[in-house]
Structure formats: C-alpha cells, structure tokens
C-alpha cells in the first residue's frame, strides 16, 4: 500500500458524514455562463456531479449557455440583444435558442457527464410538462417566458433510478410555444418543486460582493432579508440579480439553503457540498451557524 492509497482511503472516510447527510436529497446544480465556458474546468464540474450521484446525492442539472447562443447569432448574422439582463427574444432569436440549448449544448453535458461514468438524461421544459412557461411582462422581450408551473413528475423515476437529468431553460406555453426563460430562474423553482436540499449556482465571481469589482468583498451568508436590501441599494446588479433573486424566490418556497459560488474554482461543488464552511455565498432563510 502507497502512502497515496493512505490518503485517498482517508480522505474518504472524512466524507462520510456529508455522504450520510445528503444521500436521498436533492442538489439542483445550476451551470451555464462563464463557467461553463472554461474546457478543463468542465471536466472537473461533470466528475463532481458524477461523484455526488456516485454517493447517492441526486443532482439535477439545469443548464444556460448564454455565450454559445450569442456565438451562433453571430455567426447567423443576427446582433444578440439583452434588456434588464433578458435577451430580446424575436421567433428567429427563438428558433437558435431552441436548438442550441435543447441540442448542442443539452448534449454536450449529456455526453460529458455519460464519459465520466454518469448516466445522464437530457430534458428540456416541454419534456413530460416538466416547465409551464408564461410569456414575460405582455412580450417587452418578444418570446422571453417566465415559469408558470413546475410539474416535477417526469424527474422521479429518472432519479429513483439513478439517472442525473439534464434540463434546458427552453419550456412552451400553454399554446404549446416554445420560450426562452433565464437558466437561473428554471433552476430555482425547479429547486423549489423538488423542496431541495440546496440550489447551487455556478457563476464566475466569488459569489456575491459587496463591491463587484473587489473579489475580495464576498458576503459569506445572507438572510432572505439582506438579499432583498442589496438588490433595492443596486450593491447587486446586472447579471446577478436573476440569481439572487431566484435565491429567494426557492428559499421561499421551502428550499433550505441557495449557493451562488465560483465555478471557475475546480471542484467548486464539492466544496460546496462536503466542507462545513462551504465556498461562496449561501442565502438562508434566517441567520444561523455554519455553512452548511
Ligand atoms: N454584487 C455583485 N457581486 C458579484 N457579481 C455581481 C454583483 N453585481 C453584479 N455582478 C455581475 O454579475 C455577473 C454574474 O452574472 P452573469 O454574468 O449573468 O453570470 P452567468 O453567466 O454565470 O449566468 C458577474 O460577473 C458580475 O459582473
Ligand atoms: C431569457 C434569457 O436571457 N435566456 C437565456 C437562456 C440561457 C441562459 O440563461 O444562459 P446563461 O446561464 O449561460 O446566462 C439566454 O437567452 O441567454
């Protein structure tokens, strides 16, 4: 036996009580944005989500992919445009939406997670009603939707039996057409309708800061109530504020804690997941001790 075969044995048993504590629950892994970009980083993302499921966690995947849409606009010739952080969504934005998020992207992570031992299944909103979606404030942003309803039925099975879903932000309204919703939103009232564990999401900043341009100023926890308050005072702005927001919004509907952490960190979930202090920003419900 080599000192490394020591060490891994250790470092297993040290993880022991957070297997314990998790095994059974749910983990709603929001990734997409900066993070995902990165491909040495991805591996790492798919091996954590891998190893959760490994142990008995359920992770459920909701994924973004913002900057790949934005690639094949470009290459379409069609100029990518966002208001309040929402990309301005016309039919043809809809049709490339549709078959970057729902196809190359969906797959990409299916096939990633499936070549590090995973068995994953991807989804989309529309897939067994999973996501009702709404069109967002009467169309300001053409084909942008909002969740209207979560029917979480179709994921029980595919969790019971070990299957790591892998679900697009794409949903169709009651009409049956197809939206464009913000990946954050999907992943927190996913997180709600599943009553999560933990809702982490995966972002390039430390978390949330306390001024965005120091990386240093990272707010370790906040209570519903701070999140609230920085949105109002602007401290939290742009591209984090559907995030926060989604924080609260699954915190509210019973989700016991929401992370926003750094993907570019390599192992950023497990960190998250299998340490007391936990990385990032954790938004609870009241203030209370650890990280956990
Ligand atoms: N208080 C804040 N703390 C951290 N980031 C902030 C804050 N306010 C605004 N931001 C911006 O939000 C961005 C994260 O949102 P976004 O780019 O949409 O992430 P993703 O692409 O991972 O979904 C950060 O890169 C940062 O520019
Ligand atoms: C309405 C809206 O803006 N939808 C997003 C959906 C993808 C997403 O959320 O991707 P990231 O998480 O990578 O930013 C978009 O079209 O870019």
Redesign the pocket.
């Known amino acids: 036996m080599t000192s490394q075969d020591t060490l891994r044995v250790s470092v297993l048993s040290e993880a022991l009580p957070y297997i314990q504590r998790f095994a059974g629950r749910r983990v709603v892994v929001?990734y997409?944005?900066a993070a995902?970009v990165q491909a040495e980083l991805r591996d790492a993302v798919y091996r954590d989500v891998v190893l959760l499921a490994s142990v008995g966690v359920q992770p459920v995947v909701v994924h973004?992919?913002?900057?790949e849409?934005n690639d094949w606009l470009n290459r379409l010739q069609i100029e990518p445009e966002?208001r309040d952080?929402?990309?301005v969504?016309t039919p043809e934005t809809m049709d490339v939406?549709e078959m970057v998020?729902v196809g190359r992207v969906n797959k990409n992570i299916v096939n990633g997670l499936n070549q590090v031992g995973g068995r994953a299944v991807g989804l989309c909103g529309s897939d067994g009603s999973l996501v009702r979606a709404r069109t967002y404030a009467d169309g300001v942003?053409g084909l942008?939707g909002e969740v209207a309803a979560v029917d979480p039925a179709v994921l029980f099975p595919l969790l019971d039996a070990g299957y790591i879903p892998v679900i697009s932000?794409v949903a169709a309204d009651a009409e049956g057409q197809a939206h464009?919703?913000?990946?954050?939103t999907v992943a927190g009232e996913l997180a709600a309708a599943l009553q999560a564990e933990k809702l982490i999401l995966l972002t390039d900043t430390a978390g949330i800061l306390k001024d965005r341009h120091d990386p240093d100023s990272l707010i370790r926890q906040l209570t519903l109530a701070d999140a609230r308050q920085l949105i109002h005072d602007g401290v939290v702005a742009g591209?984090m504020t559907p995030k926060t927001e989604c924080c609260i919004r699954a915190l509210a509907q019973g989700v016991a804690a929401a992370h926003i952490v750094d993907g570019r960190v390599p192992h950023a979930l497990l960190l998250e997941v299998f340490t007391d202090s936990g990385i990032g920003t954790m938004v609870v419900g009241s203030q209370r001790g650890g990280h956990g």
């Open positions: 929001k997409g944005g995902m973004g992919g913002g900057p849409i966002f952080g929402l990309r969504t939406v998020l942003n942008v932000s464009n919703i913000n990946a954050d591209g």
